[in-house]
């Protein structure tokens, strides 16, 4: 028994559970939030927001109101996403809406707008703009009046004028910026010898850009019908003002030598009495009259017929080959038995590892008719016109697509016969099934289910394979009824190309080629989308 003197056992006190450590809040703004991440994050958007701005300037300089207005719209949303926790989902999806709007819809859109206009050679710009290359191109020299020193400058590749006025004053300016006055400019033997912000084109530099010194025009102000100064012999300039003189008010050109006073028209022209018209004209709306052209008009109607015929046959033939012999050696190179397989099948692509451009491009060079390695060694010296004669290009074109086109269509049949679910085939072979008939019902179906889908876009692909027909043929060989630039080899999209006339062999007419664009596409999307709704029912089997 314990004594009072001796110690008591301690008891435990019971210690409240202290409560959990406050959760950090944090504000739904990032705004005080410095941690790496979102310093990162600052800076990008930095760089995005500076880049925006730039093309905003730029866009403003052009007076492209439309694509100043998507461009802020596009910042706007960019600094809003990426700094607030509300829209978490749109952090991801921004950039490739972004993306989509500006290389699709954009794209698209412009296409429909410049169809329904006349946009091309003669009506590239604005009403204001034509008005002022009219008055341009018909500068003539003023008679009785004077000559002035003239010292051709050069900036980079830019050049420009300095002269010496009655007063000894220096003035110096461009084509895009008229004459100033060059306070601090050096003058001897009453000629302009340094100009600041400007180097002297020496003589053997003006020799060199002769025709662009005879070229040049230096407007004296910002007012076209002032005049400028022009040159012949890049030593002395004469002002030289136009021969058409435009009236605001009425709205006419009048013709000073002739007296012919010209009145804007419905196309876009300034037309007089007799029905002449001045040869710069400029943008206006014109209905449906592009795709009238395209449809009614002979010089396009016909041609475009047997391109669109052409088009099908060339974009149905180039997946149908190249499917079934992809197929084909997919099968073969498939079966296990083969040795070498690896190998054989490193081979198979190598067609496809080469640029698509330079192997159309190399095979033009194979195929020629009297230096080609085909006619010249493999058949002997034979002249064979592969690519100057209407079918044998035809077959040419079809046989080296088909060169350049199986190697993908073996590497999918390669994977989508390897992912066939093997207790389906053993099923079959229970059954009783032999080989032709598992293939028949069991491996094509299956098989067509995972490529159907890439067949739709290799259509769509052969469809506009433009890059095959400019480099193998050029779309020859010509018609020889035909009045424009079109041949035998041409599908619709190098049609397109040769009435845009970019490559110089016809007039420029964006507005027709824009509307063949759109015929293009709607075709391509609703084949695309039938296709699409039956390949459900090759979905069933699945």
Known sequence: MPTSSSPRAATPVPVPPSDPPPRRTRDSSHARDFRPGFLVKLAVVAVVDALGVLGVLAAWAQESWGILAAMVALLVAANVVYFTRRALPLKYILPGLAFLLVFQVYVIAYTGYVAFTNYGDGHNSTKQHAVEALLVQNERRVEGTETYPLTVLTNGTDLGFAIVDEDGDVRAGSAEQPLEDADDASVEDGRATAVPGWDVLDRTGVLERQDEVTALRVPLSDDPEDGSIRTQDARTGFVAESTLEYDEAADTMTDTTTGTVYTPNDAGQFEAEDGSTLPVGWRVAVGFENFTTAFADSRYAQPF????????????????????????????????????????????????????????????????????????????????????????????VLGVNLWLGFPYMFLICVGALQSLPGDVLEAAKIDGAGKWRTWRSVVLPLLLVSTTPLLISSFAFNFNNFTLIYMLTGGGPRFADASVPLGHTDILISMVYSVAGIDGNAPRNYGLASALSIVIFVIVGTISALAFRRTRRLEELS
């Open 305 to 396: 017929l047997s391109i669109l015929l052409w088009t099908f046959a060339f974009a149905v033939l180039s997946v149908g080959s190249t499917f079934l012999l992809g197929m084909l050696l997919a099968i073969v190179f498939n079966d296990t038995r083969l040795r070498g397989r690896k190998v054989y099948r490193t081979l198979l692509i190598l067609p496809y590892a080469v640029p698509g451009f330079l192997a159309a491009l190399l095979w033009s060079g194979l195929l020629n008719r009297k230096f080609g390695f085909v006619n010249s060694v493999l058949l002997g010296g034979a002249a064979i016109p592969w690519l100057t004669d209407p079918w044998l290009a035809k077959l040419s």
